[in-house]
């Protein structure tokens, strides 16, 4: 089983927070990028952030300063720590983990709804 599995998604309120994980299969290659994507009812698949395996982040517009990703590589783990969170956060959260054969994989991916 390769695919990462995501948790950490529910229902907050406008202003909330809430921490999403995302667990990556251990693998004979190691792991490059990690990232979290989006998707909203009707619309495309979106970048929310990614972070490398050195610790360089790079992230959306729309989420700079309000939302955070983070790794730990020894638990071959992915966080995003979404603060301030807004109705037009609500998504489906996908994790994506790209490995060093040049293989990523999506999870299912976890909804997060923020109501108003």
């Known amino acids: 089983q390769v695919q990462p599995v995501e948790s950490g998604g529910g229902l907050v309120q406008a202003g909330g927070s809430l921490r999403l994980s995302c667990a990556a299969s251990r693998s004979i290659f190691s792991i490059n990028t990690m990232g979290w994507y989006r998707q909203a009812p009707g619309k495309q698949r979106e970048l929310v952030a990614t972070?490398?395996?050195?610790?360089?982040?790079n992230s959306a517009d729309s989420v700079k300063g309000r939302f955070t990703i983070s790794r730990d590589n020894a638990k071959n783990m992915v966080y995003l720590q979404m603060n301030s969170l807004k109705p037009e956060d609500t998504a489906v959260y996908y994790c994506?983990?790209?490995?060093?054969?040049?293989?990523?994989?999506w999870g299912k991916g976890t909804l997060v709804t923020v109501s108003s």
């Open positions: 972070i490398t395996s050195g610790g360089d982040t």
């Open positions: 994506k983990v790209d490995y060093a054969s040049g293989i990523g994989y």
